[in-house]
Nanobody
Framework: VQLQASGGGLVQAWGSLRLSCAASGRTFSNLVMGWFRQAPGKEREFVAA????????YYADSVKGRFTISRDNAKNTVYLQMNSLKPEDTAVYSC?????????????????????WGQGTLVTVSS
């Protein structure tokens, strides 16, 4: 599975951006896709996850109510709609994919819970 994130940029506080993660190669029905971010000088942080089939999603508390993860199976693409952005959302955002079966998405919040990852896209939120 190859992953490519895009859609980052510079936005003012309270603005919006939509990130995309295009997946190529073989996909699996039990695939889980996750978004992570890493700000300068900080550890990698889980943002959101979604199952490739079904409607299950899971969000970090820091983005719940502001970010929405979704997917378009026909386009093999996962999206992260980010609204009400804050300067502390500034980070490199990347997507990861997990092909191993998982019971609940709360078990997919660490980077090493995933099997594939791609290049990130920079999001900068100005105050």
């Amino acid at each position: 599975v190859q992953l490519q994130a895009s859609g980052g940029g510079l936005v003012q506080a309270w603005g919006s951006l939509r990130l995309s993660c295009a997946a190529s190669g073989r996909t699996f029905s039990n695939l889980v896709m996750g978004w992570f971010r890493q700000a300068p000088g900080k550890e990698r942080e889980f943002v959101a996850a979604i199952r490739w089939s079904g409607s299950s999603t899971y969000y970090a508390d820091s983005v719940k109510g502001r970010f929405t993860i979704s997917r378009d199976n026909a386009k093999n693409t996962v999206y992260l709609q980010m609204n009400s952005l804050k300067p502390e959302d500034t980070a490199v955002y990347s997507c990861e994919a997990r092909i191993r079966p998982i019971v609940v998405l709360t078990n997919a919040i660490r980077s090493n819970d995933y099997d594939y990852w791609g290049q990130g896209t920079l999001v900068t939120v100005s105050s």
